[in-house]
C-alpha cells in the first residue's frame, strides 16, 4: 500500500513537472527567466561599471577600441580607425558627444538628434530587458519561433526615446540571442541584425565577449571583446565633455588624477 503510494505521488510529481516545463510562458515569465539567467537581482544590483577592451572587424580593416560605462545610464567609447580615435560618450544627463578631428584643431560636438537617441539607448547600463516598464520601455511577446533550430521567444521592444526593435531570446538559455532594429544615418536607413555570442560571467553577470551584426546574411562587422572588467572605480568626469580639442588627452588626465 505505501509503496504504491509513493509510485502514484511519484509519477503525480512527474506529470506535474513535465506540464509546467511545457506550459506556454508569458511576458513576465520570460523576463525573470532571463534576469535570473544573467546572474540575478543581487548580481545585477552589485555591477556599477564597466571597463572594456577589444577589436572591431570590418572585412580586412581591425579597429581597436575601448569603453567604459555606468550606472545607469553613462557611457563612452574610444574607436581608433587608421591613425584618428574616434570618441562617443553621454553623461547620463547632457547631450551625447562625439569627436572624430580632420584637424588637431577640432573640437567635440553634440550628436545629431538620430545619433543621440541611438548612443543613448545603447548605454542602458542593465539592458531593456531589465526594469523595463521604470524605464519607459514598453514590451510585446509576440511569439515562438525557431533560430538555427533552437527555440526562441521573439519580443517587440518600444523604447521610451521612441527606437523600435525585435529581441530573440534563447528558449534553453534565456539569455539575448539576437537584436533587430533599424540604424540611421547618412540619410539611410539600414536593417540590421546583431547577434549575441560567447557569454561569460563578469562580476557574477553574464555578458556577451562576441557581437555578429548582419544586414540581410551579409556580415557587416564583428566586435571582439578581448578584456572586460566590473565595477572598476570610473570618474563621472570622464564622461562629459571636455572644453579642449582633445578628448582622449584630457580623458588619460582625469584617470590619472583618481584616487
Not at 512527474?14 to 523576463?31: E, F, K, M, N, Y
Not at 535570473?36 to 556599477?48: C, K, S
Not at 564583428?222 to 563621472?236: D, K, R
Request: net charge negative.
Amino acid at each position: 500500500m505505501g509503496s504504491s503510494f509513493k509510485v502514484l505521488a511519484w509519477w503525480g510529481f512527474l506529470i506535474l513537472v513535465l506540464t509546467v516545463q511545457g506550459a506556454d510562458l508569458d511576458l513576465d515569465a520570460i523576463l525573470a527567466r532571463h534576469r535570473e539567467a544573467i546572474g540575478g537581482t543581487q548580481a545585477l544590483g552589485r555591477l556599477n561599471t564597466l571597463r572594456a577592451s577589444g577589436i572591431v572587424l570590418i572585412s580586412r580593416q581591425r579597429a581597436p577600441y575601448e569603453l567604459w560605462a555606468a550606472f545607469p545610464n553613462r557611457l563612452r567609447i574610444e574607436s581608433t580607425i587608421g591613425e584618428r580615435v574616434l570618441v562617443q560618450s553621454y553623461d547620463g544627463k547632457n547631450p551625447p558627444w562625439t569627436w572624430f578631428p580632420e584637424t588637431i584643431y577640432a573640437l567635440p560636438e553634440e550628436m545629431n538628434e538620430v545619433e543621440a537617441g541611438e548612443f543613448i539607448s545603447d548605454a542602458d547600463f542593465t539592458g531593456p530587458l531589465i526594469n523595463p516598464r521604470g524605464k519607459g520601455n514598453e514590451l510585446t511577446l509576440i511569439g515562438e519561433e525557431t533560430l538555427n533550430g533552437q527555440k526562441v521567444f521573439r519580443l517587440k521592444l518600444v523604447e521610451g526615446g521612441g527606437q523600435e526593435s525585435s529581441i530573440l531570446i534563447d528558449g534553453e538559455s534565456f539569455l539575448i540571442a539576437c537584436r533587430s532594429g533599424v540604424r540611421r544615418g547618412g540619410g539611410a536607413q539600414i536593417e540590421l541584425d546583431t547577434f549575441y555570442l560567447d557569454y561569460r560571467k563578469v562580476a557574477g553577470v553574464m555578458l556577451p565577449f562576441r557581437y555578429e551584426v548582419y544586414r540581410g546574411t551579409s556580415l557587416v562587422r564583428t566586435v571582439l571583446v578581448q578584456s572586460m572588467e566590473g565595477n572598476v572605480p570610473i570618474p563621472p568626469a570622464l564622461f562629459g565633455m571636455p572644453e579642449g580639442p582633445d578628448p582622449v588627452k584630457a580623458r588619460i588626465e582625469i584617470e590619472a588624477r583618481r584616487p
